[in-house]
């Protein structure tokens, strides 16, 4: 518990430890029982996640796991169940309880079953055609209704042969087969979910492969309840699924921080030399090779690698710079550490050169001691347990939950060469006497415009992980920003900003609701990369350049404080803004003092009294 009375991720973390896995599904009941017994206003928002069920079969019994497994993670779900086998009218029926719920995540559960039942609905059975359009064209008249009036992103799963087929060694030779007719239905399954960046495929199939088929259905349950999901796969799914949460409420990690020696590679660099650790085509060192690709997948994905290592830093680099094998160089890599130093005391380093809470940040270290020691140093830090064997690494890493990445965007991939570049632009800082000398030598260049196709997803994700500068933290999806934009009820500006050492991407984004009397700001948040330059005040410039346009006098805006955006928290005194007796912060366009930055450029930015610039940020 904290000091304010309220639970904390440990403490959640704490109860659902008392599951271990491959214990059976009484064990979660228990552990969910515990988790009742916590009062629900000792919750705090930023733990709880609203996470919505649709289904073809009972999912009751899949509830308390998947509870459990979010509390593993240290979130607490907020449920609601769709009543058995109405996941279409749920979805179809705007005034159902799915709408009213709200959700962050929506899962739609449906079984392979549907499309048995459909297929023997006539005798001989029906092709694949009839059956897959009776299931796909409704399906996604309902993610349509959905997609315009619903809240959060959809995940939805594949389907997989649940038994063994009696079609014989033929069967591939014919479109009539029920194996035909799945991967008919899988195949059009994501070719139309493709098309929709709020909605997701969950890998069913491959969940049910790691799980093994044989112990991935129960027939006793599914006959008697339609209850299909053994233990097994119920606490798989489960973990997957929170990987989601975890993503869709901007808590997945942006940043593993990684050890060297039997991590990276096997064997200590430090006894062993460069030419005697174990990386290569061959074992031993093959599955150090393979754990490296799988880190570079997630890298190109958007998540920061770092290294924390003991080691001499010569003899380190030089493994990283000239070992044929080492596939994670130093281009690869946001920042490291590698000295004698304490790790905990490394990571804090690393997280305050990265600008990244620690929160956000994962560490892999091969050592029990290690991980024990940084973790209660660090408590909020992510520390797994890895296996104890270095060839599962590469298949293990993938099931981490806070690995999920929903949004990938051009910033993603640039993001590692963002932090070099920022690096250099700190060496610059240090010769230069003053802080005005370095802005203006920055030469800072913005491109501010609204929202548009090109930089959708971008904002959908800034609003998403944006926690320290940001007034609200309110977080909405591409849905909501969609329906708004396209009535007017709101204005989504994007700020995209450069200097002379390279691109920081699409770093800003304001929502404004525009209205006679006053324009308000609703949201209004800056990446970490950008601030201290006060490109926030060209921004702030522009939203009042376009209100006075208007023939609007006067903005407002909120802070509401989350307990981790304090550095907004004099933004808007800073600027001219005096609160009310409400709390709403005004400030009169009429009264001077809102000035554009003498050292920024505008980049594609129309000064008043000219057409304005509706293309989105870069």
């Given at each position: 518990?904290?000091?304010?009375?309220?639970?904390?991720?440990?403490?959640?973390?704490?109860?659902a430890?008392?599951?271990?896995?491959g214990?059976?599904?009484?064990?979660y009941?228990?552990?969910?029982?515990?988790?009742?017994?916590?009062?629900?206003?000792?919750?705090?928002?930023r733990l709880?996640?609203r996470v919505?069920?649709?289904?073809?079969?009972?999912?009751d019994?899949?509830?308390?796991?998947?509870r459990?497994?979010?509390?593993?993670?240290?979130?607490?779900?907020d449920?609601?169940?769709a009543?058995?086998?109405l996941?279409?009218?749920?979805?179809?029926?705007?005034?159902?309880?799915?709408?009213?719920?709200r959700?962050?995540?929506?899962?739609?559960?449906?079984?392979g079953?549907?499309?048995?039942?459909?297929?023997?609905a006539?005798?001989?059975?029906?092709?694949?055609?009839?059956?897959?359009?009776?299931?796909?064209?409704?399906?996604?008249?309902?993610?349509?209704?959905?997609?315009?009036?619903?809240?959060?992103?959809v995940?939805?799963?594949?389907?997989?042969?649940?038994?063994r087929?009696?079609e014989?060694?033929n069967?591939?030779?014919?479109?009539?087969?029920?194996?035909?007719?799945?991967?008919?239905?899988?195949?059009?399954?994501?070719l139309r979910?493709?098309?929709?960046?709020?909605?997701?495929?969950?890998?069913?199939?491959?969940?049910?492969?790691?799980?093994?088929?044989?112990?991935?259905?129960?027939?006793?349950?599914?006959?008697?309840?339609?209850?299909?999901?053994?233990?097994?796969l119920?606490?798989?799914?489960?973990?997957?699924?929170?990987?989601?949460?975890?993503?869709?409420?901007g808590?997945?990690?942006?940043?593993?921080?990684?050890?060297?020696?039997?991590?990276?590679?096997?064997?200590?660099?430090?006894?062993?030399?460069?030419?005697?650790?174990?990386?290569?085509?061959?074992?031993?060192?093959?599955?150090?090779?393979?754990?490296?690709r799988?880190?570079l997948?997630?890298?190109?994905?958007?998540i920061?690698?770092?290294?924390?290592?003991k080691?001499n830093?010569?003899?380190?680099?030089?493994?990283?710079?000239?070992?044929?094998?080492?596939?994670?160089?130093?281009?690869q890599?946001?920042?490291?550490?590698?000295?004698w130093?304490?790790?905990?005391?490394?990571?804090?380093?690393?997280?305050?050169?990265?600008?990244?809470?620690?929160?956000?940040?994962?560490?892999l270290?091969?050592?029990?001691?290690?991980r024990?020691?940084?973790?209660?140093?660090?408590?909020?830090?992510?520390?797994?347990?890895l296996?104890?064997?270095?060839?599962?690494?590469?298949?293990?890493?993938?099931?981490?939950?806070?690995?999920m990445?929903?949004?990938?965007?051009?910033?993603?991939?640039?993001?590692?060469?963002q932090?070099?570049?920022?690096r250099?632009?700190?060496?610059?800082?240090?010769?230069?006497?003053?802080?005005?000398?370095?802005?203006?030598?920055?030469?800072?260049?913005?491109?501010?415009?609204?929202?548009?196709?090109?930089?959708?997803?971008r904002?959908?994700?800034?609003?998403?992980?944006?926690?320290?500068?940001?007034l609200?933290?309110?977080?909405?999806?591409?849905?909501?920003?969609?329906?708004?934009?396209?009535?007017?009820?709101?204005?989504?500006?994007?700020?995209?900003?450069?200097?002379?050492?390279?691109d920081?991407?699409l770093?800003?984004?304001?929502?404004?609701?525009?209205?006679?009397?006053?324009?308000?700001?609703?949201?209004?948040?800056?990446s970490?990369?950008?601030?201290?330059?006060?490109?926030?005040?060209?921004?702030?410039?522009?939203?009042?350049?376009?209100?006075?346009?208007?023939?609007?006098?006067?903005?407002?805006?909120?802070?509401?404080d989350?307990?981790?955006?304090?550095?907004?928290?004099?933004?808007?005194?800073?600027?001219?803004f005096?609160?009310?007796?409400?709390?709403?912060?005004?400030?009169s366009?009429?009264?001077?003092?809102?000035?554009?930055?003498?050292?920024?450029?505008?980049?594609?930015?129309?000064p008043?009294?000219?057409?304005?610039?509706?293309?989105?940020?870069?």
């Amino acid at each position: 518990m904290s000091l304010e009375g309220q639970v904390d991720s440990a403490a959640l973390e704490r109860l659902a430890s008392a599951v271990q896995p491959g214990q059976p599904w009484s064990a979660y009941q228990a552990a969910a029982r515990a988790l009742d017994r916590i009062p629900r206003e000792t919750i705090p928002d930023r733990l709880r996640a609203r996470v919505a069920i649709l289904g073809s079969f009972t999912l009751d019994p899949f509830l308390p796991v998947l509870r459990v497994e979010a509390a593993r993670a240290g979130l607490w779900l907020d449920t609601y169940l769709a009543p058995y086998g109405l996941y279409l009218s749920e979805l179809l029926d705007p005034g159902s309880g799915l709408y009213q719920f709200r959700p962050i995540v929506t899962f739609l559960a449906i079984d392979g079953d549907v499309l048995w039942n459909q297929r023997w609905a006539e005798t001989p059975p029906l092709k694949s055609e009839p059956v897959v359009g009776g299931l796909l064209t409704p399906l996604f008249a309902g993610l349509d209704a959905f997609e315009r009036a619903g809240s959060g992103i959809v995940v939805m799963n594949d389907f997989v042969l649940p038994r063994r087929s009696t079609e014989g060694v033929n069967a591939f030779r014919s479109k009539g087969t029920f194996a035909h007719t799945i991967a008919h239905a899988n195949k059009h399954l994501r070719l139309r979910l493709s098309l929709r960046d709020q909605t997701f495929l969950f890998p069913l199939a491959d969940v049910v492969g790691q799980v093994g088929r044989t112990h991935a259905f129960n027939w006793r349950t599914h006959y008697r309840g339609h209850l299909t999901w053994s233990d097994a796969l119920m606490a798989a799914i489960a973990e997957r699924y929170v990987g989601f949460a975890l993503a869709a409420m901007g808590k997945a990690t942006k940043c593993i921080v990684l050890d060297l020696d039997n991590t990276l590679w096997g064997g200590v660099l430090g006894e062993e030399g460069p030419t005697g650790i174990a990386l290569g085509p061959h074992w031993p060192g093959s599955e150090f090779v393979d754990f490296q690709r799988e880190l570079l997948n997630l890298q190109r994905q958007g998540i920061l690698l770092a290294l924390c290592s003991k080691n001499n830093e010569s003899e380190a680099l030089a493994v990283l710079r000239d070992h044929p094998s080492m596939l994670i160089r130093e281009p690869q890599l946001a920042a490291f550490r590698i000295n004698w130093e304490d790790k905990a005391s490394n990571i804090r380093s690393l997280a305050g050169e990265l600008n990244i809470g620690l929160d956000h940040m994962l560490l892999l270290d091969d050592s029990p001691h290690e991980r024990a020691w940084v973790k209660d140093q660090i408590p909020e830090l992510r520390v797994p347990d890895l296996p104890p064997d270095p060839s599962m690494y590469a298949h293990w890493v993938g099931s981490l939950p806070s690995l999920m990445v929903l949004q990938q965007t051009a910033e993603d991939l640039q993001r590692t060469q963002q932090y070099q570049e920022s690096r250099t632009r700190e060496t610059y800082r240090t010769s230069i006497d003053s802080l005005e000398d370095f802005l203006r030598g920055l030469g800072l260049r913005v491109h501010i415009g609204l929202v548009d196709e090109g930089s959708m997803a971008r904002v959908v994700q800034l609003l998403a992980k944006t926690n320290q500068f940001n007034l609200t933290t309110r977080r909405h999806d591409e849905a909501t920003l969609r329906r708004q934009v396209a009535s007017a009820a709101w204005r989504v500006y994007t700020m995209g900003v450069a200097d002379r050492f390279g691109d920081f991407g699409l770093t800003a984004v304001a929502i404004v609701e525009p209205a006679a009397a006053a324009w308000h700001v609703e949201s209004f948040l800056l990446s970490c990369r950008v601030i201290g330059k006060s490109v926030e005040t060209a921004l702030l410039v522009r939203i009042a350049e376009d209100a006075r346009g208007a023939g609007v006098s006067v903005l407002s805006a909120e802070f509401i404080d989350s307990g981790r955006n304090q550095v907004a928290s004099t933004f808007l005194s800073n600027h001219g803004f005096d609160a009310d007796a409400e709390g709403r912060w005004l400030r009169s366009l009429d009264a001077p003092g809102l000035e554009w930055p003498a050292y920024i450029t505008p980049a594609g930015w129309h000064p008043a009294g000219t057409a304005p610039d509706n293309h989105g940020g870069r």
